[in-house]
């Protein structure tokens, strides 16, 4: 799923198909799922449909980053919705959970990492008010990863 959904938000910015999913790229995308869910610090949640059908995801917890402190920070590590489920509201209750879950942590930011290339992402995030914070690290196609900023309000609701 986070393969295929990546493919349709990075390759409209110009990411390579290949780079994308690419025998290297999707071992890259399986290590690193195969380590957040091996850990009990990374929680995944899935949306689906009333028929059990998956439509997205989203993994958070600590900060990947040294300089960023779990007890002020919670990242939101990988989010995908498929295309099909686009404008149905999907990402937008997969990002309340992750408010609640950081507000229920006691973080005062939520933080994530952006492809440049991902414009659909970039506009998703600023409407729920993510901001750029100046920090980026190496990405694909010779970008940088964008890392943006959110206020948490610890006045969000409880986790159900």
Same mark, same amino acid.
């Given at each position: 799923?986070? #393969?295929?959904?990546?493919?349709?938000?990075? =390759? %409209? @910015? @110009? *990411?390579?198909?290949?780079?994308?999913? @690419?025998?290297?790229?999707?071992?890259?995308?399986?290590?690193?799922? =195969?380590? /957040?869910?091996? #850990?009990?610090?990374? #929680?995944?949640? &899935?949306?689906?449909?009333?028929?059990?059908?998956?439509?997205?995801?989203?993994?958070?917890?600590?900060?990947?980053?040294?300089?960023?402190?779990?007890?002020?920070?919670?990242?939101?590590?990988?989010?995908? *919705?498929?295309?099909?489920?686009? @404008?149905?509201?999907?990402? /937008?209750?997969?990002?309340?959970?992750?408010?609640?879950?950081?507000?229920?942590?006691? &973080? =005062?930011?939520?933080?994530?990492?952006?492809?440049? %290339?991902?414009?659909?992402?970039?506009?998703?995030?600023?409407?729920?008010?993510?901001? +750029?914070?100046?920090?980026?690290?190496? /990405? +694909?196609?010779?970008?940088?990863?964008?890392?943006?900023?959110?206020?948490?309000?610890?006045?969000? +609701?409880?986790?159900?």
């Amino acid at each position: 799923m986070h #393969t295929r959904t990546r493919t349709a938000y990075c =390759a %409209a @910015g @110009g *990411v390579s198909e290949q780079e994308l999913t @690419g025998p290297a790229a999707r071992a890259r995308r399986r290590d690193a799922w =195969a380590r /957040g869910l091996a #850990t009990s610090t990374v #929680t995944t949640w &899935c949306a689906e449909r009333l028929d059990g059908t998956v439509t997205g995801l989203l993994a958070a917890g600590p900060p990947h980053r040294k300089e960023l402190h779990a007890a002020t920070y919670h990242e939101l590590h990988r989010t995908a *919705v498929w295309p099909h489920a686009w @404008g149905q509201g999907v990402g /937008g209750a997969l990002h309340q959970e992750f408010i609640v879950r950081a507000a229920a942590a006691g &973080c =005062a930011e939520g933080v994530l990492e952006c492809c440049p %290339a991902d414009a659909r992402a970039r506009r998703c995030h600023a409407r729920r008010g993510w901001r +750029p914070d100046g920090a980026h690290r190496p /990405g +694909p196609s010779g970008s940088d990863y964008l890392r943006l900023r959110l206020a948490i309000d610890p006045s969000a +609701p409880q986790p159900r």
